[in-house]
């Protein structure tokens, strides 16, 4: 299983950026998928999941309205959009094979977001 996020980088409050993860080593359509991030010092915490067929997803509450998690089973990506970014969404954001990040999951290396003025 390798998992690969990009589209991290530095953003300023209120600006948007898409964070993408390409799977590989499984059976993607068939897997469950989460985005989780770690602030500096803090715990890891989850953000968004979606099911195998896209049609159901979840979100933090820090996340709901804003960030939207989508896939596309035929390139084996999964997505999360970021909008109205705001400093506290710093952090290092990983793409999870899971419904539910647990440590002992799958988990990319992360791609890095911050978002300050």
């Known amino acids: 299983v390798t998992l690969v996020e990009s589209g991290g980088g530095l953003a300023q409050p209120g600006w948007s950026l898409r964070l993408s993860c390409r799977a590989s080593?499984?059976?993607?359509?068939?897997?469950?998928m989460s985005w989780a991030r770690q602030a500096q010092g803090e715990e890891r915490e989850f953000v968004a999941a979606?099911?195998?067929?896209?049609?159901?997803?979840d979100y933090a509450d820090s996340a709901k309205g804003r960030f939207t998690i989508s896939r596309d089973n035929r390139l084996n990506l999964v997505y999360l959009q970021m909008n109205d970014l705001k400093p506290e969404d710093t952090g290092t954001y990983y793409c999870?094979?899971?419904?539910?990040?647990?440590?002992?999951?799958?988990w990319g290396k992360g791609t890095l977001v911050t978002v300050s003025s």
């Open positions: 979606i099911n195998w067929k896209g049609g159901i997803t």
């Open positions: 080593g499984f059976t993607f359509s068939s897997a469950y």
């Open positions: 999870v094979k899971a419904w539910r990040p647990r440590p002992w999951d799958y």
